[in-house]
């Protein structure tokens, strides 16, 4: 079945460490996409790539870092400069880069910094 | 900016009864808009989208949204509730290449 993994479901971290969200779909999806979700707060753009080695910055890129070296691969690294990572991070994908089409999303890690 | 609000937090619904679930957007020109449900702990699935034609549109799990434009208005309904539509509801619209999100409606359904 096609669809989007986000690894591991749940991550602990200590206070001060760097940690990567893991996201790989096996849609053949063009565009992938980070969101950070708070209570209350709906979700908020990090990052986004339309194509291989480009991404751009969304809302609220500060702190965080990505890369996109392979079409199916997306990580997210979660920094220590990032003064308050405790959330659910969602990745998403969408065929091509126009948002006519549908955008499928993961079912999230939730990173809790300790 | 282009934004997109739900004002409403959270709404508690009988079973059978029907829904509405209210969003606003601000935008220049006729927007994409979406509505996504989410379950706890989970990823959000796409309900329906509109992007122009017809304002009524129809979805999944017998959802529909009708777009107002002389209300910037995209509301959500459903004629009759089931307990297993409880979840968060997430209006979207598509701003250049990227979805702005509303900060969510909580449904709880009571029996």
């Known amino acids: 079945d096609g669809g989007i993994t986000q690894s591991p479901k749940y991550l602990f971290r200590k206070e001060g460490q760097n940690v990567t969200l893991s996201c790989e779909q096996n849609?053949?999806?063009?565009?992938m996409y980070w969101y950070r979700q708070d209570p209350g707060q709906g979700l908020r753009l990090i990052y986004y790539s339309q194509i291989v080695n480009d991404f751009q910055k969304g809302d609220i890129a500060e702190g965080y870092s990505v890369s996109r070296e392979k079409k199916e691969s997306f990580p997210l690294t979660v920094t220590s400069a990032q003064k308050n990572p405790t959330a659910f991070y969602l990745c998403a994908s969408i065929s091509g880069t126009n948002l006519n089409n549908e955008q499928f999303f993961g079912p999230g890690t939730r990173l809790t910094v300790l | 900016a282009q934004s997109v609000t739900q004002p409403d937090i959270h709404i508690t619904v009988s079973e059978g009864a029907s829904l509405e679930l209210r969003c606003n957007y601000s935008y220049g020109a006729t927007p994409y808009l979406f509505w996504y449900v989410q379950s706890p702990g989970q990823g959000l699935q796409l309900l329906l989208k509109y992007f122009s034609g017809d304002t009524l549109v129809q979805g999944i799990k017998g959802f529909e949204a009708e777009f107002k434009r002389s209300q910037s208005s995209f509301n959500l309904r459903k004629p009759s509730v089931h307990w297993s539509d409880a979840a968060e509801y997430f209006c979207?619209?598509?701003?250049?290449?990227?979805?702005?999100f509303g900060t969510g409606t909580r449904l709880l359904v009571s029996p």
């Open positions: 979207a619209g598509a701003h250049f290449q990227k979805l702005v």
């Open positions: 849609l053949n999806h063009d565009a």
